[in-house]
């Protein structure tokens, strides 16, 4: 089993930066990809981006060249850069891991507003 939790939410101003972070405990040496994910309210959980376990990162096209993926393999870790916050970025934004199976974060909440 992985737990995972994210932190590093908040209200945030258009334009303004943002780092979410997922930490992950218990069986950790089975995960392989890490992913972070968006859900918008009245809209359907959505990919945003993922990353190997040697570094290799994939974006959506929504999200790309102003959203960075890294990972801490020796702490665990997962983080997510947010740049240039735009509004219609106000999700809950869910920490996933493949290890066997998919597991998921309970989610953290970031508002871009003025």
């Known amino acids: 089993q992985v737990r995972l939790v994210e932190s590093g939410g908040g209200l945030v101003q258009p334009g303004g930066s943002l780092t979410l972070s997922c930490a992950a405990s218990g069986s950790t040496f089975t995960i392989n990809h890490m992913a972070w994910y968006r859900q918008a309210p009245g809209k359907q959980r959505e990919w945003v981006a993922r990353?190997?376990?040697?570094?290799?990162?994939n974006y959506a096209d929504s999200v790309k060249g102003r959203f960075t993926i890294s990972r801490d393999n020796s702490r665990n870790l997962a983080h997510l850069l947010i740049d240039s916050l735009k509004p219609e970025d106000t999700a809950v934004y869910y920490c996933n891991a493949m290890a066997g199976k998919n597991f998921w974060g309970q989610g953290i909440q970031v508002t871009v507003s003025s």
């Open positions: 990353i190997t376990k040697d570094g290799t990162a």
